[in-house]
């Protein structure tokens, strides 16, 4: 597509419910991000894919939160037995290979979550 | 990595020109510095990006200093749709794709 699409754009749920994340990558952009953005504050990096290799998962803030990609296209983020903590706006961005630090990343509007 | 440090807000007249500084005193010798900004409710939005020389696009010009320890972002005629939060961007450590982001300097154009 055009941009990189998340869905949904707000989601509030429960305490201690599952929630479900998806983020659609701009077509051909081989690497995908994951960040979370409390209000107020900078981003805070969770994951990267980048084609077929591992995942860095080395942001993810506990075991509660995974994250899977097919191929090169759509990236879903779950969090599990949400918490309040976790009520922040959850960002992807898509881009083409990272190389020589030459990267241009391309967020999409976030996830609002609310976890109540 | 790269720790940047930027002033919490600023204001600009609106025509005038907005310039806002980036300290990044640990940046190494390659690590690039990026601009991006936050418009109230959407994603981060690339400007502009440099290593050691100044750099200009349609939307801004990048100044950095000689020795590379700071950086002014300018937006040479400020509107009111550039008020945003604009974040000054080292380049992760361990990875060139992990960015480290600070709070960033929420800019407010006044008419």
């Known amino acids: 597509g055009a941009g990189v699409s998340q869905s949904p754009s707000n989601k509030v749920t429960e305490k201690g419910k599952d929630v479900e994340l998806r983020c659609d990558p701009i077509?051909?952009?081989?690497?995908l991000y994951w960040y979370r953005q409390r209000l107020g504050q900078g981003l805070e990096f969770l994951i990267y894919?980048?084609?077929?290799?591992?995942?860095?998962k080395s942001g993810l803030p506990s075991d509660r939160f995974s994250a899977e990609r097919t191929g090169e296209s759509v990236s879903t983020l779950t969090i599990q037995r949400t918490q309040q903590e976790d009520s922040a706006v959850y960002l992807c961005?898509?881009?083409?290979?990272?190389?020589?630090?030459?990267?241009?990343?391309?967020f999409g509007s976030g996830t609002r979550l609310t976890v109540v | 990595d790269a720790k940047t440090t930027q002033p919490p807000s600023m204001d600009c007249a609106e025509g005038r020109a907005a310039n806002l500084p980036c300290n990044h005193s640990?940046?190494?010798?390659?690590?690039?510095v990026y601009w991006y900004r936050q418009i109230h409710s959407q994603g981060p939005q690339y400007i502009i990006h440099?290593?050691?020389?100044?750099e200009t696009n349609e939307m801004a010009s990048l100044i950095i200093t000689e020795d590379r320890k700071s950086s002014t972002l300018i937006l040479p005629h400020a509107t009111l749709r550039d008020t945003a939060v604009y974040y000054c961007?080292?380049?992760?450590?361990?990875?060139?794709?992990?960015?480290?982001w600070g709070a960033g300097t929420k800019l407010i154009i006044k008419p």
């Open positions: 440099g290593l050691k020389n100044n």
């Open positions: 894919f980048q084609g077929n290799s591992a995942p860095d």
């Open positions: 961007i080292g380049q992760g450590r361990d990875s060139n794709y992990q960015l480290i």
């Open positions: 961005a898509s881009s083409l290979a990272p190389g020589t630090g030459l990267t241009r990343y391309t």
């Open positions: 640990t940046i190494s010798g390659n690590e690039y």
């Open positions: 077509s051909g952009h081989t690497a």
